[in-house]
């Protein structure tokens, strides 16, 4: 069997931020030509995820979906936020059909079912064999029939989370447009030191220096999330399958990082996490 690897790409870099549904399709091409090439070089199996940035966000805020069906309008602001996350989903299968990566989407509304914010269930035949095809499955955040809330977001980690415990990867890398995790925003505040290595050591000081997304629509709680799913990932992999997995958040916004972190080779550009 091959190592198994989950790569999201973070919707604040293959997106516009002030431009709404708009993706940035240079960008996009560049990270399915890195990871083609790192697939075709190192033989590992993947599944890719992508997040929302200014598609789903933007209607996801709007409407209040992560409420629930509170409102006259929650179902249809539910349904309009599900069909915006489906078609940014569409533009990264048609750019990776160009660039002749073998993709498959599967999308979370279709095989997960969530309990107060959640996944309690999820159909994964589907995924493994694909994976076994030869093809590289793609997920991505999206909205949830919810067992208590009625409908509910699942971030693109909270999708990785299930399937975590389902698939057991060996390696779980998000690319965000930062150069990793730092001991405060470094977006907001320039004196920032970036953080090298998170474990079971830091994990709690780090996550106090993680604050949400500088985006004004975002709802999935920024990097504060995908530091504590993330290390969650790591530990959980550890304690259900008794074998290590490694995590990275590195900056997919810089040219080659996503490539090398897929290859094993060393990157500046990222913070790594474990669980010992
Ligand atoms: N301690 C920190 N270290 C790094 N980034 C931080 C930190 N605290 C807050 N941030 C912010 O988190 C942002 C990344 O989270 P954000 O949710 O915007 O990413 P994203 O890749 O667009 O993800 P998504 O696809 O979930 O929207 C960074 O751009 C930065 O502004
Ligand atoms: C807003 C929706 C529907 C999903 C957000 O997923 P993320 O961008 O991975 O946080």
Redesign the pocket.
């Known amino acids: 069997m091959e190592p198994l690897v989950f790569l999201?790409l973070g919707?604040g870099t293959i997106t516009y931020d002030s431009r709404e549904s708009t993706p940035r399709i240079d960008v996009i091409d560049r990270l399915l030509s890195e990871i083609k090439k790192a697939k075709e070089e190192h033989g590992f199996d993947l599944i890719l995820g992508h997040?929302?940035?200014s598609y789903?966000?933007v209607p996801?805020s709007k409407y209040k979906?992560n409420e629930g069906l509170k409102y006259e309008f929650s179902r249809m602001g539910a349904t309009v936020?599900?069909n915006t996350?489906k078609a940014l989903n569409t533009v990264i299968i048609e750019e990776a059909i160009k660039i002749g990566l073998d993709t498959y989407p599967f999308s979370p509304s279709s095989f997960a079912y969530a309990g107060n914010g959640r996944i309690i269930k999820g159909v994964t035949d589907g995924i493994r064999k694909s994976l076994e095809s030869g093809f590289t499955p793609v997920v991505?955040?999206?909205?949830l029939i919810d067992d208590v809330k009625g409908v509910t977001?699942?971030?693109?980690?909270e999708v990785f989370n299930f399937l975590s415990t389902e698939f057991g990867p060996d390696k779980i890398i998000i690319g965000a447009d930062v150069d990793g995790v730092f001991d405060s925003n470094p977006t907001q505040n320039a004196n920032a030191k970036k953080i090298d290595r998170v474990d079971n050591s830091n994990i709690d000081t780090i996550l106090k220096g993680a604050s949400g997304s500088n985006k004004s629509f975002d709802?999935?709680g920024g990097m504060h999330t995908k530091v504590e799913m993330l290390y969650n990932m790591v530990k959980g992999v550890n304690e259900k399958f008794g074998k290590p997995s490694i995590g990275y958040i590195g900056n997919a916004a810089k040219e080659g990082v996503i490539g090398k972190l897929l290859s094993g080779k060393p990157v500046n550009e990222c913070t790594e996490f474990s669980y010992r």
């Open positions: 999201k919707g997040g929302s940035g789903a966000h996801a979906v936020t599900c996350a991505y955040g999206d909205v977001i699942a971030s693109t980690e709802v999935t």
